[in-house]
């Protein structure tokens, strides 16, 4: 019997290695490496007065929480915490969840019903397609970004009891934008509710850090958001109205039947959003040195994707190069990940760069540097 199992989990994994694809765990911070990979935008995740506020409450409520939220796992952090969030996307009401992923799983499983329609962005993030894949509904995939099709599609969906469309508010491998105002315009046009998740907009975009909604003015239905980029701790939510928040305590399976979040986590959560939107002039730094890597880089001859956000693709191409191109970047002490497929298509690969808070005028510089060494080696042979 287990014989039989090994080979077969072998033979898995060698499949994998043998498309190049093959993942192994990193932990790049035992390593003196330069990171730039991490979606610790603000630095956040090693300030000191979120790591005071998570300590005195480490200290009063224990390691863990102990249970749902709807059993033994509710405290006043959690409470605070939520008010804050809703303060700071100024909405009625958020409700907490034990990440980002789960709460994607909570709304998208639960709030479309069988009849309705989701439509989502080709490039949406995993915990999205799964979510999809949970609900009743049926899902209508449109092109990315694209709002011809969008609007397409809605058409299309005229006969279904709802339409709701779902998106990332910044596509993490892509780093660009979701045009929202659009969205919420072909939304009232076509009498659909919107879903956004924010994962990579809370904390960065918007003058006041806010996100997207702030970025674009907008209000969308539902606002998912994760904890653990810029914010720099763990867990995740969902922002909207109170009656939002009462459907989704009582429906959402990922928020009921989870061990509610560390007390400790929220109340380091809690000073971290006050600490963001206090940010500003960090967030018009942060913006300055990703501009500049940007320019540097095409200046370079690198194709450079992506919007205004902290996340920078340079497309390499296939699999094995941009592989080996990682490698180079780490013998030159740069820590930068290739994303390969099924995380982005066959041919785009990539190098995913993400600048920080964190980062020195002298990191960027060396960054820029290993780039241009690896150029000039590659054209001199
Ligand atoms: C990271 C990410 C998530 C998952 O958030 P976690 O809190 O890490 O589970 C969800 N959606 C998007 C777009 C993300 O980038």
Redesign the pocket.
Same mark, same amino acid.
């Given at each position: 019997m287990e014989r039989t199992f090994d080979s077969w989990l072998s033979e898995r994994v060698t499949k994998v290695k043998e498309k190049g694809l093959h993942r192994t765990d990193i932990d790049v911070n035992q390593r003196k490496r330069l990171v730039f990979s991490s979606?610790n935008y603000l630095g956040l995740a090693r300030d000191e007065q979120l790591i005071y506020a998570a300590e005195t409450i480490l200290h009063q409520y224990g390691t863990g929480s102990t249970g749902s939220r709807l059993t033994t796992g509710n405290t006043r952090w959690h409470e605070l915490l939520e008010k804050k969030l809703a303060s700071f996307k100024q909405t009625e009401a958020s409700l907490l969840f &034990?990440?980002?992923? #789960? $709460?994607?799983i909570g709304v998208l499983s639960s709030l479309p019903e069988a009849g309705d329609v989701i439509l989502s962005d080709e490039l949406? %993030?995993? &915990?999205?397609i799964d979510g999809c894949r949970l609900s009743k509904a049926k899902t209508v995939v449109y092109q990315h970004i694209h709002m011809d099709d969008l609007e397409r599609k809605l058409r299309d969906a005229q006969s279904h009891q709802r339409r709701f469309i779902v998106t !990332?508010?910044?596509? &993490?491998m892509d780093g660009d934008l979701a045009p929202l105002d659009q969205i919420m315009l072909l939304a009232k046009a076509y009498d659909a509710y919107v879903i956004v !998740? !924010? $994962? %990579?907009g809370t904390g960065v975009l918007g003058e006041r850090g806010r996100g997207a909604s702030e970025h674009f003015g907008v209000k969308p239905d539902v606002m998912?958001g994760? #904890? &653990?980029?810029a914010v720099g701790t763990?867990?995740?939510f969902v922002a909207g109205s109170k009656l939002l928040r009462e459907f989704l305590l009582n429906h959402a399976r990922t928020y009921i039947f989870q061990t509610a979040l560390s007390p400790s986590i929220c109340a380091a959560s809690y000073v971290a959003i006050d600490l963001i939107e206090q940010g500003i002039e960090t967030r018009k730094s942060l913006k300055l040195r990703v501009n500049e890597v940007k320019t540097r880089l095409k200046e370079l001859g690198y194709d450079v994707k992506g919007d205004e956000t902290p996340i920078i693709p340079v497309i390499i191409g296939g699999a094995e190069e941009t592989v080996s191109f990682s490698k180079k970047l780490q013998d030159l002490n740069i820590f930068a990940p290739a994303i390969r497929p099924p995380t982005v298509p066959d041919g785009e690969c990539r190098i995913r760069l993400t600048v920080t808070a964190e980062h020195s005028e002298a990191d960027i510089i060396k960054l820029i540097n290993a780039f241009k060494l690896i150029k000039e080696s590659k054209v001199s042979m």
């Open positions: 979606n &034990s990440s980002g992923y #789960l $709460a994607n949406n %993030h995993a &915990s999205i !990332d508010a910044v596509f &993490s !998740d !924010d $994962a %990579h998912i994760t #904890l &653990s980029k763990e867990g995740g």
